[in-house]
């Protein structure tokens, strides 16, 4: 029950900002954009989310447009550590609904 | 922040034996764990909902009663895989929510891979 739409794999050069784009445009109002990266062979490992507003922490930052279909998650100085799949997921916040997550993107940083 | 803690990692097993994987969340306590799957190369599918004190709710194609998942107490969740055989071979990966991490985030496991010889 995916809802969301991400390009399958990005290049990125270490050091330079990754700027992974989501489209989530049948988003509901009552809905939050996750981001989850993944990886190789371990569990999913939370980064952010918001709901209409930019948000930022020490990982990342999330810019969701204003209409909210899409959103943008950047990583302002990728390493080769960033390396993962990264899932968009939104996600009611109530009730412990559920995250189903899509096919994600696979960021490739490279040297 | 948030850890749950999955055991054990990496588990082989004959057909036909049952295998049991647990999942606790270690510094907070979770009256909902969810419990995945994941191919090579694949993403997430979300098999079943763990609910403390009550029985699981399944995704739709998942078979109950091939995976008993049992959610004994608010920081401790199993999966079992009953009369295991090749094509369950997977990766399975347990959630729980809440905790430091906060109310609305799930925090993963790292994940159990079993091979079914």
């Known amino acids: 029950d995916a809802k969301t739409t991400q390009p399958p794999s990005m290049d990125c050069a270490e050091g330079r900002a990754a700027n992974l784009p989501c489209n989530h445009s049948?988003?509901?109002?009552?809905?939050?954009v996750y981001w989850y990266r993944q990886i190789h062979s371990q569990g999913p490992q939370y980064i952010i989310h918001?709901?209409?507003n930019n948000e930022t922490n020490e990982m990342a930052s999330l810019i969701i447009t204003e209409d909210r279909k899409s959103s943008t998650l950047i990583l302002p100085h990728a390493t080769l550590r960033d390396t993962a799949v990264y899932y968009c997921i939104v996600r009611v916040v109530y009730n412990f609904n559920k995250f189903y997550f899509g096919s994600g993107t696979k960021l490739n940083v490279k040297p | 922040g948030a850890v749950v803690s999955q055991h054990p990692s990496r588990v082989i097993c004959k057909s036909g034996t049952s295998v049991k994987i647990e999942c606790r969340s270690l510094?907070?306590?979770?009256?909902?764990m969810f419990w995945y799957r994941q191919f090579p190369k694949k993403s997430l599918m979300l098999m079943a909902t763990s609910n403390e004190g009550s029985k699981a709710t399944y995704e739709q194609g998942v078979e109950k009663d091939k995976f008993l998942i049992n959610h004994a107490s608010l920081t401790l969740s199993t999966l079992t895989v009953t009369s295991a055989h090749p094509e369950d071979s997977s990766f399975y990966i347990c959630?729980?929510?809440?905790?430091?991490?906060?109310?609305?985030?799930?925090?993963f496991g790292a994940g159990s891979r079993l091979t079914v010889l």
């Open positions: 049948t988003i509901s109002g009552n809905e939050y």
């Open positions: 959630s729980a929510q809440g905790g430091g991490s906060g109310a609305n985030v799930l925090t």
């Open positions: 510094d907070f306590q979770a009256t909902t």
């Open positions: 918001g709901l209409k």
